[in-house]
Structures are given as structure tokens and as C-alpha cells.
């Protein structure tokens, strides 16, 4: 049984704007924005959000020196059905919940991702 029907690709980033039209434009998705953070969305409902992170550095690759930031966003309908099936697959709850719509968790290899609701 899937718990969510697709991520959300969430990209942190000095000028959610700059890079919004970037990819909006890129990949012809329409803009939904907010003060500091916006989202594009295709057609069929898949969506790349940018977040404003203050102090933001570039990733350098290919080495790991300022690794890539980015996370997932997980859309569900229901955050305690999809909380306890993902402790379950293995993830750990953050601590640090700064949201009410949405939980901060860390997958087995310590990376955040968020289950959000629909």
C-alpha cells in the first residue's frame, strides 16, 4: 500500500524567484509563490518547491565540500497514518517540528524529508 501518491522536490536556494522562473520556464510548469518560498507544478500534479534559506552557499560538486542541498516533501492525506508507517519503514522523527501541516522526519541515512498534508 503506497502511503503518498508522489514527492515533492524541494530545492533551497538564496532567490526562490530567480530559480522558480528558471524552472518554471524550463519546463513550461506553472508558478504558485509566497513571500519566500514558491512552488511549480505540471499538468499531472508534480511539483518542484524553492525555499529561501538565508546564508545559502552552492553546492561544489563533484566534491562534498558544501554538499547538495535539497529534501522531500511527501504529500498525504492523513500525517498520522503516514508518521506511523514511515517509523515503521524505518525513519526517525525530528525533534525540531516547526510546522503544523506538515512533520519533520530523518530517513535511515539521517537525510530530512517532510510529510506534508494534501
Keep these: 500500500m503506497a502511503i503518498a501518491r508522489f514527492p515533492t522536490i ?12 528558471f524552472y518554471s520556464e524550463m519546463l ?10 514558491i512552488d511549480i507544478r505540471a499538468d499531472y500534479g508534480q511539483c518542484i518547491s524553492f525555499q529561501k534559506v538565508e546564508g ?3 553546492p561544489v560538486w563533484p566534491t562534498q565540500d ?6 522531500l516533501d511527501v504529500v498525504v492525506d492523513d500525517l498520522d497514518v503516514a508518521e506511523a508507517a514511515v517509523v515503521a519503514l524505518g ?17 535511515p541515512a539521517g537525510h530530512p524529508f517532510c510529510l506534508c498534508l494534501n
Design 66 to 71: 558544501v554538499p547538495q542541498q535539497m529534501h
Design 91 to 107: 525513519a526517525t522523527k525530528h525533534a525540531e517540528q516547526p510546522g503544523t501541516s506538515f512533520r519533520v522526519f530523518l530517513d
Design 10 to 21: 524541494v530545492l533551497d536556494c538564496p532567490e526562490p524567484a530567480v530559480l522558480a522562473k
Design 28 to 37: 513550461d510548469w506553472k508558478v504558485d509563490a509566497s513571500e519566500d518560498w
Design 56 to 58: 545559502y552557499r552552492p
